[in-house]
């Protein structure tokens, strides 16, 4: 089951560049997006969300891009700091549902100075 | 902040054996959710709780599996009979409300079956 993708497994970037973690979907009726940083040995934690009536939502350093029509969606992260070092997961839930997420595989960003 | 906690952190069981993995949400949330995430997988859904009820399960969340919501703060998650391939690292996560809303998750509980 392949609803939610993150093709790159791995992402380097130099302290005080750009971040961009991308995600693609499959599934149409997916409405509402999650991105989560986790740590090895710890829980998920709560980035930043997105609603499908959206196509941006910024917080801080934060921002995540949703293009529909592609089913695409990407996290921005600027500046980079070595602290968001972690692996990113994108998620998604589906409309009228019980708010079951549907995670990607994940992708580990590493930020070196 | 408030923050979703489980115990415990770590839980070694032979096969077999009967194990209750414990949460508790945070106190004004209503959704609550287990997780798993088999070592080099996806997180996967096990199963969404409301109301004292399952919402909705996954295919994983077979007759071994039950939830209980035992009193006004723990969720808890029993497997009857555990199977070498249930170890894995279970997730709780529990909302405010159902539509659109931020899940939480909690540290984990690493389980091991032997």
């Known amino acids: 089951d392949q609803q939610v993708k993150q093709n790159s497994p791995s992402l380097s970037v130099q302290e005080g560049r750009i971040s961009i973690l991308n995600c693609d979907y499959t599934?149409?009726?997916?409405?509402?997006f999650l991105w989560y940083k986790k740590y090895p040995a710890e829980g998920p934690t709560f980035l930043i969300s997105?609603?499908?009536?959206?196509d941006k939502n910024e917080d801080g350093r934060f921002t995540v891009f949703l293009n529909k029509s592609a089913k695409h969606l990407s996290l921005h992260i600027v500046p980079s700091q070595p602290g968001d070092s972690a692996v990113y997961f994108c998620?998604?839930?589906?409309?009228?549902?019980?708010?079951?997420?549907?995670f990607g595989a994940g992708t580990r960003l590493a930020v070196h100075p | 902040e408030p923050e979703v906690t489980q115990t415990p952190s770590h839980q070694v069981t032979q096969m077999g054996q009967e194990v209750i993995l414990r949460c508790v949400p945070i106190?004004?949330?209503?959704?609550f959710y287990w997780y798993r995430q088999i070592l080099g997988q996806k997180v996967e859904f096990l199963v969404s709780?409301?109301?004292?009820?399952?919402?909705?399960k996954s295919e994983i969340f077979d007759d071994q599996f039950s939830v209980e919501r035992p009193d006004g703060s723990n969720f808890t998650l029993k497997i009857r009979s555990t199977k070498l391939e249930d170890s894995a690292m279970y997730f709780c996560?529990?909302?405010?409300?159902?539509?659109?809303?931020?899940?939480?998750f909690g540290p984990g509980t690493r389980l091991t079956v032997l």
């Open positions: 996560a529990s909302s405010e409300t159902r539509s659109t809303d931020t899940q939480y």
């Open positions: 998620a998604a839930s589906e409309a009228g549902g019980y708010n079951k997420l549907i």
């Open positions: 997105i609603s499908s009536i959206k």
């Open positions: 709780f409301y109301n004292n009820e399952i919402s909705e």
């Open positions: 599934n149409s009726m997916f409405d509402y």
């Open positions: 106190s004004n949330h209503l959704y």
